[in-house]
T-cell receptor, first 116, second 112 residues
Framework: EADIYQTPRYLVIGTGKKITLECSQTMGHDKMYWYQQDPGMELHLIHYSYGVNSTEKGDLSSESTVSRIRTEHFPLTLESARPSHTSQYLC???????????????FGAGSRLTVL | GQNIDQPTEMTATEGAIVQINCTYQTSGFNGLFWYQQHAGEAPTFLSYNVLDGLEEKGRFSSFLSRSKGYSYLLLKELQMKDSASYLCAVTTEGGSNYQLIWGAGTKLIIKP
């Protein structure tokens, strides 16, 4: 049973549309992240949050925005989708502090976005 | 720059042993992770090494040498379900995930 949920799993939309990818977790984790992953490529961090009302941009430049109004919810929004946004988007969360010395990420199943 | 290198793809036989290598060059080091990712699914945590040596967890073991910037994941008694991509990631500062550097992953194909 998944503890972190992403919707939609698959989305095909036209250029210029506004989209929101939803991410929710039930573990009470304070840290949440959005990664972008293309086939055969490394994960790139695009946004992260260390708690409610805290959001930061990651290493990869992105035209998306995020919000963190509730601990469990971390949606990602693209105001105007373009074909270059076609990718897989992975949401993840982790707890503050360490479990066995590791700050382990729990990932959602991903949202695969195709922009035509 | 910072980078992590892993072989792109490996093939092994069911029941055999396979070693997946990972070399890294980063500005700092505060631990190395291995994650498993089946096609179309989420990555799941396998192991974490911060000190030199071997960590064993059932059929999977992970080794780290900080002086050499090198790690490997050892999979024993391979099963078909082990066919997946294996991702190596290094945390460079205080275990903060926003400082995670990821490799591109090694796709492991298991043949009967």
């Amino acid at each position: 049973e998944a503890d972190i949920y992403q919707t939609p799993r698959y989305l095909v939309i036209g250029t210029g549309k506004k989209i929101t990818l939803e991410c929710s977790q039930t573990m009470g984790h304070d840290k949440m992240y959005w990664y972008q992953q293309d086939p055969g490529m490394e994960l790139h961090l695009i946004h992260y949050s260390y708690g409610v009302n805290s959001t930061e941009k990651g290493d990869l430049s992105s035209e998306s925005t995020v919000s963190r109004i509730r601990t469990e919810h971390f949606p990602l929004t693209l105001e105007s989708a373009r074909p270059s946004h076609t990718s897989q988007y992975l949401c993840a969360s982790s707890a503050t502090g360490f479990i066995s010395g590791a700050n382990v990420l729990t990932f959602g199943a991903g949202s695969r976005l195709t922009v035509l | 720059g910072q980078n992590i290198d892993q072989p792109t793809e490996m093939t092994a036989t069911e029941g055999a042993i396979v070693q997946i290598n990972c070399t890294y060059q980063t500005s700092g080091f505060n631990g190395l992770f291995w994650y498993q990712q089946h096609a179309g699914e989420a990555p799941t945590f396998l192991s974490y090494n911060v000190l030199d040596g071997l960590e064993e967890k059932g059929r999977f073991s992970s080794f780290l040498s900080r002086s050499k910037g090198y790690s490997y994941l050892l999979l024993k008694e391979l099963q078909m379900k082990d066919s997946a991509s294996y991702l190596c990631a290094v945390t460079t500062e205080g275990g903060s995930n926003y400082q995670l550097i990821w490799g591109a992953g090694t796709k492991l194909i298991i043949k009967p």
